[in-house]
């Protein structure tokens, strides 16, 4: 089984940075075909999918976040990280970690953290 744990601080200022770490148990992160996904999902709104980093590395981002958006991982704990810059309370929301395979179905998700923007 599969479980993933969002972690980091649920106030940011604005113009500030939102970091948030995922760690992942039950499996690794380097297993192939699969993509370690951000989503998140604003008040009131849908979901939205934020980008990913692959099982090689390799990462892949929303155009309309791209510009503020970094996805790292270490693999030596299993985690990977988001970072998006110069936020806004725009940016508030309830991020999720997720698994999606390779056919990009979501198999397994965090339990969502939630991020609030604001002074």
């Known amino acids: 089984q599969v479980r993933l744990q969002e972690s980091g601080p649920g106030l940011v200022k604005p113009s500030q940075t939102l970091s948030l770490t995922c760690t992942v148990s039950?499996?690794?992160?380097?297993?192939?075909?699969?993509?370690w996904s951000w989503i998140r999902q604003p008040p009131g709104k849908g979901l939205e999918w934020i980008g990913y980093?692959?099982?090689?590395?390799?990462?892949y981002y929303s155009p309309s976040l791209k510009s503020r958006t970094s996805i790292s991982r270490d693999t030596s704990k299993n985690q990977f990280t988001l970072q998006l810059s110069s936020v806004t309370p725009e940016d508030t929301a309830v991020y999720y970690c997720?698994?999606?395979?390779?056919?990009?179905?979501?198999?397994?998700w965090g339990q969502g953290t939630q991020v609030t923007v604001s002074s």
């Open positions: 997720a698994r999606v395979d390779g056919k990009y179905y979501v198999d397994y």
């Open positions: 980093i692959r099982y090689s590395g390799d990462t």
């Open positions: 039950g499996g690794s992160i380097t297993t192939n075909d699969y993509y």
